[in-house]
């Protein structure tokens, strides 16, 4: 089973909605899906140096031990760039869903494994072959 680390916000309604859709759909594919969303890791104090630390090192070590990267592209929210600048550097593949018209960066298109901009798309992707997909869209 492929494990999957989901990067992506989560500090608004629409961006939860949006992440628990993504759970869901990866985890009925068959994949074994780490969702910082879902460990908050509740028993520290939320903005504590205690909790920043382990929270950074809870997501850094699920990258590691992740085959993949699926990333939701929302507003090029800086935690999700990161993530996957830092999965690109390790040569874990990454893989982006972005249902917006959005101009997309330029260093995150040319990393990416995979660019999905449907849930179409992201429904009929084969995770097991993992084809490559390029962004062809506008690009800043």
């Not at 982006?96 to 018209?101: A, D, L, P, Y």
């Not at 179409?120 to 800043?140: H, N, T, V």
Request: glycine share 4%.
């Amino acid at each position: 089973m492929k494990k999957v680390y989901l990067a992506s916000p989560f500090f608004s309604d629409t961006q939860n909605e949006r992440v628990e859709m993504m759970e869901k759909l990866l985890r009925s594919r068959g994949l074994d899906v780490f969702s910082p969303r879902e460990n908050q890791l509740k028993g520290l104090e939320f903005g504590s140096k205690d909790w920043r630390d382990a929270v950074f090192a809870n997501d850094v070590t699920n990258i590691h031990k992740a085959d993949l990267v699926v990333a939701i592209y929302d507003e090029e929210d800086a935690g999700t760039m990161w993530e996957l600048g830092w999965a690109y550097a390790n040569r874990i593949p990454c893989i982006v869903f972005n249902e917006s018209e959005k101009v997309m960066n330029l260093m995150i298109t040319d990393s990416l494994h995979a660019y999905l901009g449907s849930r179409e798309e992201l429904e009929a992707y084969d995770f097991d072959k993992m084809p490559r997909s390029r962004y062809e869209g506008e690009m800043i």
